[in-house]
């Protein structure tokens, strides 16, 4: 069964101060790693998605990266506005099939502080 | 370009009550997955929908049941309410590409609380 593992739960953060949240997995065949943020009742928002081990993604102040067991997302020079909850989820290879079941992880919950 | 749409924004019932979920797809989009997400965790999946039929399947008991449309709009039923149904339900729809991986765009879901 596929499982995603987020650490930590919560990260409070000044604004500038730089850190990572980490993302492990296991999979039977990974087909994506995705990156989404989800602020307090809305849906999930996409920022990345990572299709192999040493592949890595930049937006602004965030940097994805992916290795064969897990994934991190960099965050530098936080502001106040990148508060929200970090999801990761999985895609798994399906024998031949389409199907794209996300698995998710808990998620991070990420306070900057101004 | 309109993005995932759902219906309503919120929805009270009581146990024993059946619901009915709305979402319209992304322009282009050809598959809308539904996902349950319970207060502080991770969405789980319920199932997904392409070209009309039901594609795959999470652990979710058949009271939980779907219906996509050809204009990929879909609908997400479920029957007989119980307490543990209250959660945000989450539509994502994305463009299908065999044997590779795409990505889900979400909608900004319908808070279902039972009570």
């Known amino acids: 069964e596929d499982q995603v593992t987020q650490s930590p739960e919560a990260l409070r953060l000044q604004e500038g101060e730089s850190s990572s949240l980490n993302c492990s997995y296991t999979?039977?065949?990974?087909?994506?790693l995705f990156w989404y943020r989800q602020d307090p009742g809305k849906g999930p928002e996409f920022l990345f998605t990572l299709y192999s081990a040493g592949e890595e993604k930049e937006k602004e102040r965030l940097k994805a990266t992916l290795t064969k067991k897990e994934s991190f997302l960099h965050i530098t020079a936080p502001k106040p506005e990148d508060s929200a909850t970090y999801l990761c989820a999985v895609q798994a290879s399906a024998g031949g099939t389409s199907y794209g079941k996300l698995t998710f992880g808990q998620g991070t919950i990420l306070t900057v502080h101004p | 370009e309109t993005g995932v749409t759902q219906s309503p924004t919120h929805l009270i019932k009581t146990r024993g009550q059946q619901v009915t979920l709305r979402c319209s797809s992304q322009s282009g989009h050809n598959t809308v997955s539904w996902y349950q997400q319970a207060l502080g965790q991770g969405p789980q999946f319920i199932f997904q929908y392409y070209r009309e039929e039901e594609n795959g399947r999470g652990n979710f008991p058949p009271r939980f049941s779907g219906l996509q449309f050809p204009n990929y709009s879909s609908e997400l039923n479920v029957n007989a309410l119980e307490l543990d149904d209250s959660a945000l339900y989450l539509c994502a729809s994305s463009f299908l590409v065999s044997g590779g991986p795409y990505t889900q765009y979400f909608g900004p879901g319908t808070r279902l609380t039972v009570l």
């Open positions: 999979v039977s065949g990974l087909r994506g």
